[in-house]
């Protein structure tokens, strides 16, 4: 039986580098991740498609992950599995805890998929980094982020990210620093 253990670690996101039009881009953002409580999934072969320990979430993150999970299903193509939420950072408190509940059950679905789907798909899928790259850089990279933001002139309004969805493109890493 095929599994799959998936850890992603929260961030803490330090400043958005471009909120007042100043440049050709807007937000950016630099932060960090840090090794402190996991957001960790469980995902193994299965008879059937089914998710566990949603009650971790808050009701929006848990209608968050049924929608993104059902459309990475299918585009993914992945087969049947039971994909268990383990543990998580705490909730709204600035850890980027949807981003890596998110990102880290795509992650773990691709390894059970039929057709393998990169990075930048995933980032699609998960709908994250509407405003700045920070939580999406740190759960691919880990360490000290500065990301360049989306261009201006596709960010209409200037919004926090949980009311704005993430672009095709993910904002580009400018520099990551170990830490």
Same mark, same amino acid.
């Given at each position: 039986?095929?599994?799959?253990? +998936?850890?992603?670690?929260?961030?803490?996101?330090?400043?958005?580098?471009?909120? $007042?039009?100043?440049?050709?881009?807007?937000?950016? &953002? +630099?932060?960090?991740?840090?090794?402190?409580?996991?957001?960790?999934?469980?995902?193994?072969?299965?008879?059937?498609?089914? /998710?566990? $320990?949603?009650?971790? /979430?808050?009701?929006?993150?848990?209608?968050?992950?049924?929608?993104?999970?059902?459309?990475?299903?299918?585009?993914? /193509?992945?087969?049947?599995?039971?994909?268990?939420?383990?543990? +998580?950072?705490?909730?709204?408190? &600035?850890?980027?805890?949807?981003?890596?509940?998110?990102? $880290?059950?795509?992650?773990? #679905?691709?390894?059970?998929?039929? *057709?393998?789907?990169?990075?930048?798909?995933? +980032?699609? #899928?998960?709908? *994250?980094?509407?405003?700045?790259?920070?939580?999406?850089?740190?759960?691919?990279?880990?360490?000290?982020?500065?990301?360049?933001?989306?261009?201006?002139?596709?960010?209409?309004?200037?919004?926090?990210?949980?009311?704005?969805? $993430?672009?095709?493109?993910?904002?580009?890493?400018?520099?990551?620093?170990?830490?």
């Amino acid at each position: 039986m095929k599994a799959a253990v +998936i850890r992603a670690f929260p961030r803490v996101h330090v400043a958005l580098t471009d909120m $007042g039009r100043a440049t050709r881009r807007a937000f950016g &953002g +630099i932060g960090f991740s840090y090794k402190g409580p996991e957001t960790t999934w469980r995902v193994k072969d299965s008879s059937r498609f089914e /998710l566990s $320990g949603l009650d971790l /979430l808050d009701v929006a993150a848990q209608q968050d992950v049924c929608e993104v999970a059902e459309v990475a299903r299918k585009r993914m /193509l992945v087969r049947p599995v039971q994909a268990s939420l383990r543990t +998580i950072s705490r909730q709204h408190c &600035g850890y980027g805890t949807k981003t890596a509940v998110l990102l $880290g059950l795509l992650a773990a #679905l691709r390894n059970f998929s039929d *057709r393998h789907a990169s990075d930048l798909e995933i +980032i699609e #899928l998960s709908r *994250r980094g509407g405003a700045s790259g920070i939580g999406i850089h740190a759960f691919f990279h880990g360490g000290v982020i500065w990301d360049g933001g989306h261009a201006s002139e596709t960010v209409s309004e200037l919004m926090p990210s949980s009311y704005r969805r $993430g672009d095709p493109a993910a904002p580009p890493l400018l520099a990551r620093w170990p830490f």
